[in-house]
């Protein structure tokens, strides 16, 4: 038992040495991003005053850039299209009416890449500002972000239909708003149109993944099909998941056609047995999500008004792709071209049967 307790304390000693050996090489890699962060922004700088203030033209890039490379051989970053970018970063973020210094401290945890990936593709500085934020808050690789970015994750957040103002507390509820996108963009999955709703939800779970990626942050999933029995009748929930920022459960009900008053109803029955059956009274309220293939505004902020419990309304999208086992049977543009050649060589000889007829 004491060989047992000693094995234990052991590996719980190596783990905390780990996880401070881990968080001391993060502080590490932050530190040393800002100080490059630092010298690109200063560069940036330079080189746009220079450029705006002297006749020298942009063309001093390039030959700032070969000294540079000659002096710092070992040292990358240099190239020309980077200071140009290092000129662009600047000048795109100096326009702010932020201050500039709290700027720089946010752009200056994540890495470069990721700075010029959002400069590029962001409209405009509070849009920039908003990804940054969210590379941040959610680690994302530059792939990542760019697949958030052109999947315009910016413009869908908190533009689900919702009754929470009404029946969530402030701040809470402005959490719960903030939290909601419409539409929601499945674009992981290939289905049919007319797919079922039992299809649609089979592939969110085999995905599950890539769909808690596009529900965001905070996301954990519970179950699918979760047995709720009410007055001895059984129902089903097509998907439970635990928002851990709001401390809620989240209900989500998938629907393949446009929504209809009445899925509000049977989401406030299911939200209510939640509440009694597993929600704890340190746990905030549980939340309704339903998801449509499309809705009315109108008709949605009806059905939602009067309800006292807190629900969401929103559409998805699904990739309307060709399937990747249709994709096998279609010919290539080779086979194509091939194949119009050799009608084009047969019409050809027929022709010239005729005329010898």
């Known amino acids: 038992m004491n060989l047992v307790k000693k094995h234990i304390e052991y590996i719980n000693w190596v783990n905390e040495l780990k996880s401070l050996i881990q968080n001391t090489q993060i502080k590490a890699s932050i530190s040393v991003n800002r100080e490059l962060l630092g010298l690109y922004w200063r560069l940036g700088q330079s ?91 959610n680690n994302w690789s530059r792939s990542v972000l760019l697949h958030q970015i052109e999947l315009g994750y910016y413009e869908r957040r908190g533009k689900a239909t919702t009754n929470f103002i009404e029946t969530l507390p402030a701040p809470h509820s402005e959490l719960a708003t903030e939290t909601l996108k419409d539409p929601y963009k499945f674009d992981f999955l290939t289905l049919q149109e007319k797919a079922l709703e039992k299809d649609i939800e089979n592939q969110l779970v085999k995905h599950i993944t890539s769909f808690l990626l596009e529900l965001g942050k905070g996301f954990s999933f519970v179950g699918q099909q979760i047995p709720v029995k009410i007055d001895n009748q059984d129902f089903y929930i097509d998907l439970l998941f635990y928002h851990i920022k709001l401390k809620c459960y989240i209900v989500i009900e998938l629907k393949a056609i446009e929504f209809k008053a009445e899925f509000a109803g049977k989401m406030n029955l299911y939200l209510s047995a939640i509440d009694d059956t597993l929600k704890t009274e340190a746990e905030n309220p549980t939340i309704g999500l339903l998801l449509c293939k499309s809705k009315s505004e109108i008709i949605a902020e009806y059905a939602l008004r009067g309800m006292k419990q807190p629900i969401g309304i929103a559409e998805y999208e699904i990739n309307k792709a060709i399937p990747k086992e249709i994709k096998t049977e279609l010919p290539t543009i080779e086979e194509i071209e091939l194949a119009t050649t050799k009608a084009m060589h047969n019409a050809g000889e027929s022709a010239k049967i005729k005329k010898e007829q």
């Open 47 to 137: 080189i746009s005053d220079k450029v705006e203030k002297t006749n020298w033209g942009s063309s001093v890039v390039e030959e700032l850039s070969k000294d540079l490379k000659k002096e710092f051989p070992n040292q990358k970053g240099f190239s020309r299209s980077n200071l140009f970018s290092m000129k662009k970063w600047f000048e795109f973020y100096s326009k702010s009416e932020i201050e500039i210094e709290k700027i720089q401290q946010l752009v200056g945890q994540i890495p470069w890449g990721q700075n010029v990936l959002i400069i590029s593709k962001s409209k405009n500085i509070e849009e920039a500002i908003f990804y940054s934020n969210k590379t941040i808050e």
